[in-house]
């Protein structure tokens, strides 16, 4: 059974950083492109960025205008979301979700696994 656990989330000022992990299980990590996603509430799931199987190539979501990095540790079965300079309208739950097949992408619906999701708080 595959498992996605995230870490990391918190309360920040508004300029902060902050490092969320995930780690997953149960699986065979190393070949799933993955991603990260949020979601403010009563609204859709947001793509935030994607992550080849290797590690070699990132997309993102135009709103991260090289605020945010993504990386991988496929060693450790993790993918990182670096968020540097966060606005308060960054504040949502950051979610991450794994593809069984195919390669990065910016939509929800190609992903067939998700983490629970963990609370980003940016105080003004």
């Known amino acids: 059974q595959v498992r996605l656990v995230e870490s990391g989330g918190g309360l920040v000022q508004t300029g902060g950083s902050l490092r969320l992990s995930c780690v997953a299980s149960g699986g065979t990590f190393s070949s799933w492109p993955m991603g990260w996603f949020r979601q403010f509430p009563g609204k859709e799931r947001e793509f935030v960025a994607s992550?080849?199987?290797?590690?070699?190539?990132?997309y993102y979501a135009a709103f991260v205008r090289g605020r945010f990095k993504i990386s991988r540790d496929n060693a450790e079965n993790t993918v990182y979301l670096q968020m540097n300079r966060l606005q308060p309208e960054d504040t949502a739950v950051y979610s991450c979700?794994?593809?069984?097949?195919?390669?990065?992408?910016?939509?929800?619906?190609?992903?067939?696994?998700w983490g629970q999701g963990t609370q980003i708080t940016v105080s003004s």
């Open positions: 992550i080849t199987s290797s590690g070699a190539n990132q």
């Open positions: 979700a794994a593809r069984k097949g195919g390669t990065y992408s910016g939509r929800a619906s190609d992903f067939d696994y």
